[in-house]
C-alpha cells in the first residue's frame, strides 16, 4: 500500500511524463522568456490579500520564500519583514523579480530549487510556498528541511487538482489530448504527507475571487498563455472559452472548482 509520500510522488512523476510525452518542458526549464512574461503581466501585479491575510500575523525578521515568480508574495513580505530570501529556480523569473522590486538590500535572490537549496537554509521566522510545491517530487525531504529550520511555514495551495471543464476542454479540443494531463498533487495530498512527517498545522480556507480580469479578451489571453496556444488559433480557443467565461460586478473569470487553502506547520517543539 502507498504511503502519502509515494502518492505524491507518484503523482509528480505522472505529471512530468505526460508533459514529456507532449514536447512540453518540465521544471524550472517550464519557465521560459515568454511564459515567464506571460505570467509576470498577469501575476507580477496581482492582489494576493486574499491569501496573505493568514500569513500576515507571522511575517517577522528573517523570512524564507520558495518559488517567488515575478514577486506577488515578495512584494508584502518586503513590508512585513526584516528580510526575506527567495529562492527561484526559473532564471528568466529571477529576471522579472528583480526588475519589479528593485535592487534592495532587505532583497537575497538566489537563483536555485529549493531541493538544491536545502544544504543552505539557515534559520527563519517564517517560510512560504505559495502554489509552487505540487512540481516537488522530494516533497518530505523539502517539508521536513524547511519546518525544521523555520518557525512558521506557511504553504498555499489548492484544495483539489481536478481538471477544471475549460482546461478539459481546450487540452482535447485544441490540443488534440485523448485525456488532459495528469492531476498534480493537491492540498489532501500534501496534509497526508504533513501527518506522515508528524508535522503540527493549522488550515484555513481562503475565499480567493475569480473574476479579476478586465475583459473577456484578457480571459482568452491568460488563457492562450497558459496551454500555450499558437497565435493562429485563438479564434478556435474564444469558442471553445465562450461558454466558461463568466462576469461579475464588471470583471471576468474561469470557474475552477479549485478553492485555495492556507496551511500554516508549526516548527517541532515550539
Known amino acids: 500500500m502507498l504511503t502519502a509520500i509515494d502518492r505524491w510522488k507518484a503523482k509528480v512523476r505522472a505529471a512530468r511524463a505526460a508533459r514529456a510525452r507532449e514536447g512540453e518542458s518540465t521544471g524550472a526549464r517550464h519557465w521560459d522568456g515568454d511564459r515567464a512574461a506571460w505570467f509576470n503581466r498577469f501575476a507580477g501585479q496581482s492582489d494576493r490579500s486574499h491569501t496573505y491575510r ?146 503540527t498545522y493549522d488550515v484555513h480556507p481562503a475565499d480567493v475571487p475569480i473574476h479579476t480580469f478586465e475583459s473577456r479578451d484578457e480571459v482568452v489571453d491568460w488563457v492562450q498563455g497558459f496551454h500555450g496556444i499558437p497565435a493562429e488559433r485563438r479564434a478556435e480557443l474564444e469558442r471553445v472559452l465562450a461558454p466558461h467565461i463568466a462576469g461579475q460586478g464588471g470583471k471576468y473569470g474561469l470557474p475552477s472548482g479549485r478553492d485555495t487553502r492556507v496551511v500554516l506547520v508549526r516548527r517541532p517543539g515550539l
Open 54 to 199: 493568514f500569513v500576515e500575523p507571522h511575517v517577522r525578521g528573517r523570512v524564507l520564500e520558495i518559488g517567488p515568480g515575478p514577486g506577488a508574495y515578495t512584494r508584502l513580505l518586503l513590508r512585513d519583514a526584516e528580510h526575506v530570501v527567495a529562492v527561484e529556480p526559473s532564471h528568466f523569473m529571477v529576471q522579472f523579480l528583480r526588475k519589479n522590486l528593485g535592487d534592495r538590500t532587505d532583497l537575497t535572490i538566489v537563483e536555485s530549487t529549493i531541493e538544491d537549496y536545502l544544504d543552505r537554509l539557515e534559520t527563519y521566522d517564517l517560510a512560504l510556498a505559495a502554489n509552487v510545491l505540487s512540481g516537488i517530487e522530494r516533497i518530505d525531504d523539502v517539508l521536513g528541511a524547511v519546518a525544521a529550520r523555520s518557525n512558521v511555514l506557511a504553504i498555499v495551495m489548492w484544495s483539489n487538482a481536478r481538471t477544471p471543464d475549460w482546461s478539459r476542454d481546450v487540452q482535447t479540443r485544441l490540443l488534440g489530448r485523448v485525456e488532459p494531463q495528469p492531476n498534480m498533487p493537491d492540498h489532501d495530498d500534501l496534509l497526508g504527507v504533513l501527518d506522515e512527517l508528524g508535522l
